[in-house]
């Protein structure tokens, strides 16, 4: 027993199976020790409990690797129950094997909060959302910058709404759009102070004051907190009765560090907007570290959180003045934009509500196709204008070609499918996507081009007879200009244009 006296008289007070419990019983599931530490606690400084467990604690196979996959037996349950003085028959007895007298439970059980009848969750009253200014009729922004724009006027009114909007960003703040945002609705933090860059002569356009006014909660790079915390605020009209509307942005390509909590945090139906942004390969200007092709797919797949990619930024405000309804509605949830920093020309256009519609339903021609069409562009996000020149060229070939835009591949494929899951009697309603492709031929091609992986236009093929030919970036990583990164991975307009002859040259 080593140099330690009186280890061997110890141990000797205990036979096998008490010395097993003493020794495997690491008390982080002991209620009481918990209680004594968490009320042990002073102050306001963050403290964090190591609660020790064996994993399957009181069970023959506790603590072994396979406890995992592990079933127990019936002589097992026996001698569990026998352990926990539970009388056969009494399985499913709500006090079993419990020695405090059944009415001081109840009585005990009864006065808890959980039993009060107040509901634990809640339903706070809605928020009237304002009209947003769209500003990009005829300039050449992108939809990060009309992002940006968007949330500066916003930032600048005086309605309710406005004081509910929290942003956060993983280090990121400027680079994504948000310093207009910033600068009129500060930094929060629990405690006031100053702009320390600004104070030690390092002069910025850029404010960086803090104090409990504020509505921006600035990360460190932490994507996995970004998102913890998007849950947390996201949860705050159900939880705390206070309607908030979180708003996260994030490299594109980052979502993909923080998935787990993402994951979870839509599981729990929190609201927010996440923003990626900037993404795909026409980022390139940054290089190759900070390029994507994966996280669209993400956000098809992903529930309780809808996904949009707007080409214009006049999308973008429809798209945002929707969130913000869908954020609040009772059968809603989160919304992710990726968005682009990729400048390009915007369409003066008035934004009707037929355009209006269609943006949220997923999609619109930006060029129609005549009845009985042989060939569809289908586009989304920063590729319009090579696939607007590829039409203008081949148009001058084969009439009638289309120009489909798509503002929401999420959106059309949700519609398409809940189309084809109707039961009962009830006709089938007519997707979004088939009214579409409606004025196409029964064997139409179509050719899909996005700055992300080819999956994620490639399946609206396989809602008709239609061949597909889905142009995308399956990989990414090199340094260049958008030109020339867009020739690389076969998203410009010469790739779209050979897709286009190869095809009539095989129908030859």
Known sequence: MGAVAGIRSLLNEYDDSGLAALMTNLAGHDLESLLEAFHGVTGDTPTCFLAYTIKGFGLPFAGHKDNHSALTTVA??????????????????????????????????????????????????????????????????????????????????????????????????????????????????????????????????????????????????????FFLLLAALGLSSSLFNARLFPIGTVYDTFIGRGLDALNYGCYQDARFMLVGTPSGISLAPEGGAHQSSL???????????????????????VMMRWSFEHLQELDGGSVYLRLSTRRIQQPDRPMKSELERQVIEGGYWLVEPEPGAELGLICTGAVVPEV??????????????????????????????????????????????????????????????????????????????????????????????????????????????????????EQR
């Open 76 to 225: 097992q349950i026996d001698s569990l129950k026998r352990s926990l003085g539970i009388a056969d028959g009494e399985e499913w007895e709500l006090f079993a094997g419990l020695d405090v007298p059944l009415e001081d439970l109840r009585q005990f059980i009864g006065g808890s909060a959980f039993a009060a009848k107040p509901s634990r969750r809640h339903d706070p009253s809605a928020v009237t959302i304002p009209p947003f200014s769209i500003p990009s009729r005829n300039l050449t922004i992108s939809t990060q910058n009309g992002f940006g724009r968007i949330l500066s006027d916003i930032a600048r009114s005086r309605d309710g709404f406005v004081g509910r909007v929290v942003t956060t960003s993983p280090d990121v703040t400027l680079s994504t759009n948000l310093g207009g945002w910033v600068n009129r609705r500060g930094i929060f933090s629990r405690h006031s102070a100053a702009d320390e860059f600004g104070e030690a002569g390092m002069n910025s356009i850029q404010r960086w004051s803090v104090s409990p006014d504020g509505q921006h909660i600035e990360l460190g790079i932490a994507e996995n907190n």
């Open 388 to 505: 607007v020149a590829a039409c203008e060229q081949i148009r001058e070939d084969i009439k009638g070609a289309g120009l489909l835009v798509v503002t929401s591949a999420d959106r059309l494929f949700q519609g398409w499918l809940r189309a084809n899951q109707t039961r009962g009697g009830a006709a089938p309603a007519t997707p979004h996507l088939a009214n579409l492709l409606a004025p196409m031929a029964e064997t139409a091609t179509l050719v899909s081009i996005c700055d992300a992986h080819p999956l994620y236009l490639s399946w609206i093929g396989g809602i008709g007879r239609y061949r597909m030919i889905p142009l995308g970036t399956d990989r990414f990583g090199q340094s260049g200009d958008i030109p020339d990164l867009f020739a690389e991975y076969r998203i410009d307009t010469a790739a779209i244009i050979d897709a286009v002859a190869r095809l009539c040259l």
């Open 295 to 317: 996280p669209p797919l993400i956000g098809i797949g992903q529930s309780n959180l809808t996904s949009f990619e707007p080409c214009f930024v006049d999308e973008l405000a």
